[in-house]
């Protein structure tokens, strides 16, 4: 299936703290997208990326950057943590070979932390 | 932002009884699909219907959509203890990037 990493894996951070995660393809995809997922509101769209440097904001970026400057990585900043953004982080991928766009390929997930 | 509406919220059952998910949305799609996540793991596409499909089979699973109720429906036959997951429906919208949204999702328990 789809070769999508994260790092960290896992990560404790302080209040205010910058923090980037970074999440990275292997299978030349178009899209990529970052996505939390908090118990009651299963997973929304922070930023997306639709080819390189080119990305745009999902429903909920506040507090969030992104850069994408090769196919292969895109990067999500946290510009100064807060504990609101205390969530698990997906990253998804989609738009490769014959399969359709709208199909996304998950990587294993980011747990984030904010004290 | 429109979001599919998983029911029940959570469905526990034996091993080998079927079980049925409902997804309801509020706007016009181009496709709906279905993922599973296994505890603390990321999701897993399972299957895509485009909206001018009624119905779409692939293994164990049936899923169904009805456009004109804005609903679908996803069944799993001769259910498993390792289908035990959360399953989430996803409407894809027509736009500049293949828009999905995802809804809350159903946690399936299937009890050996």
């Known amino acids: 299936d789809a070769g999508i990493t994260q790092s960290p894996r896992h990560k404790v951070t302080e209040t205010g703290t910058p923090v980037t995660l970074r999440c990275h393809q292997t299978?030349?995809?178009?899209?990529m997208y970052w996505y939390r997922q908090d118990p009651g509101h299963g997973l929304r769209l922070i930023h997306y990326?639709?080819?390189?440097?080119?990305?745009d904001k999902g429903e909920v970026s506040d507090g969030y950057s992104v850069s994408r400057s090769k196919t292969e990585d895109f990067l999500l900043t946290l510009e100064s943590a807060t504990s609101s953004q205390t969530s698990v982080y997906f990253c998804?991928?989609?738009?490769?070979?014959?399969?359709?766009?709208?199909?996304?390929?998950f990587g294993p997930g980011t747990r984030l932390t904010v004290t | 932002s429109q979001q599919g509406e998983e029911d029940p919220q959570a469905l526990s059952i034996q091993e080998g009884e079927n079980a049925t998910m409902n997804c309801s949305y509020k706007?016009?799609?181009?496709?709906l699909q279905w993922y599973r996540q296994n505890s603390g793991r990321g999701l897993v596409h399972l299957i895509l219907?485009?909206?001018?499909?009624r119905e779409k089979h692939s293994g164990r699973l049936r899923v169904t959509l009805d456009t004109s109720k804005k609903s679908s429906s996803l069944l799993i036959t001769a259910s498993r203890a390792a289908d035990t997951a959360s399953y989430f429906c996803?409407?894809?919208?027509?736009?500049?990037?293949?828009?999905?949204?995802f809804g809350t999702g159903t946690k399936l328990q299937v009890i050996p």
């Open positions: 219907i485009r909206s001018n499909e």
């Open positions: 998804a991928i989609s738009g490769g070979g014959d399969r359709s766009s709208y199909e996304q390929y």
């Open positions: 706007t016009s799609i181009n496709n």
């Open positions: 990326s639709y080819g390189v440097k080119d990305t």
């Open positions: 996803a409407t894809g919208e027509s736009g500049g990037y293949q828009k999905v949204t």
């Open positions: 299978e030349n995809h178009r899209y």
